[in-house]
């Protein structure tokens, strides 16, 4: 009789998760009314049903070869559901609903994968299959929280609605600025380092970080209406001339998110219209967070300037998270689909970092002035070598933090995130820096 196989603490827990993963994802999908499973809320985007193929698709064809010999069932869906779009200068795919597979096609496809899969990880786990089980359960959390954005946009009588948690009461604010001394900031993660991270941040990276005063805040909703009464979107000087010719060719005039009501405005929220709350952060693109922040005589962070004022301390060691070295919680800011939407500035004490700058994880992402390029001694992931190459094009824009809406392992203080400077549909915000000589 052959040893019987057995799984380890950590494979069981890396099963457990990606078991877990399949049953957020799973839920989003079910926010959709089924007959509008073909519709696609962001024109950039593919359909809705492409990712209900996508995320199995994604696992069988990582780890079909690479931990367990098995035969395709479904060679066409493997290709057709096998890579997301992120077009750029404009272009939007053109398919219509008809050149789709039937959806019951679809989840026998997801079907047939998980069970496969499932079947066959059995006795086939080594480092190498830890690594790809982690990349396939946080690809599918980031497509819990890309998924967000797009189901965001749909109209509210083609979902499900569910119920939020209630809103955080808390003490008014005041927006100020936290001085930041001059130290070193470290990026990415050592490749003698236990923890799984994604190919873009490695290897680590210390850079010396000259004094500067960052937003103590996010920037609000209010804050950002100033700009706008200002009419800074109609000011060319605010805007460079890419961001100028974008927002005048598509008439960009305020946030994705607010709507026109009467004199004043509303808020789009996930399953609700409501009074545009003052208080929470703004969610802009890029673009609009620059103008904002040139309006404002002030600059966007740098990579390297945001992870100072949240990692950093003033005795010069950096910390895991801003609070410290405790395992994020629900008292330590709006993360890890706790919540559908965001919570006003300041309601998380708790996490602070060391230089009393708050929500520096959840609550939104956080623009930087940053490129998205790879870090010194970057090597592409082998099994996946364009996860993160194909957008060093000079036209990704890095973000940090988090949002209510990303889960807790992909708040390291490492993790990487990146969109185009034009892309407003993120749950992403902003804070200003000023530099000190």
Known sequence: MGAIQTTTPTQESLLERLHLARKQSDELFNIVKPEFLYERPIEERHRIVFYVGHLEAFDWNLLRERVFQAESFNPNFDRL???GIDPVDGAVPSDQPKDWPNIDGVRNYVSC???TIDDNLSG???????????VAIEHRLMHAETLAYMLHQLPYDQKQCLHSKPHLVVDSTTPSMVEIPSGSATLG??????????????EIHRL?????AIDKYMVTNGQYLEFIAANGYKDETFWTQSDWQWITAHHIQHPVFWVHAGDGWNYRTMFAEISLPLDWPVYVSHAEASAYARWAGKSLPTEAQ?????????????????????????HKGNFDFYRWNPTRIGAFPQGQSAFGAFDMLGNGWEWTSTLF???????????????SADFFDGKHYVIKGGSARTAASMLRRSFRNWFQPHYQYVYAGFRCVSERD
Do not use: K
């Open 81 to 83: 559901f096998a890579f």
């Open 113 to 115: 994968a998980r069970r």
């Open 124 to 134: 086939h786990f080594s480092e190498n299959t830890e690594t790809l089980l982690n």
């Open 189 to 202: 993660l050592s490749r003698d380092d236990t923890q799984f991270g994604w190919d873009n941040e490695y």
């Open 208 to 212: 010396d970080v000259p004094a500067f």
């Open 306 to 330: 945001w992870h100072r004022a949240a990692y950093g301390t003033t005795e010069g060691e950096q910390r895991v998270y801003p609070w410290g070295d405790a395992e994020p919680d629900s």
């Open 373 to 387: 390029q790879p870090l010194p001694g970057f090597e592409a992931f082998p099994f996946y070598p364009g996860y």
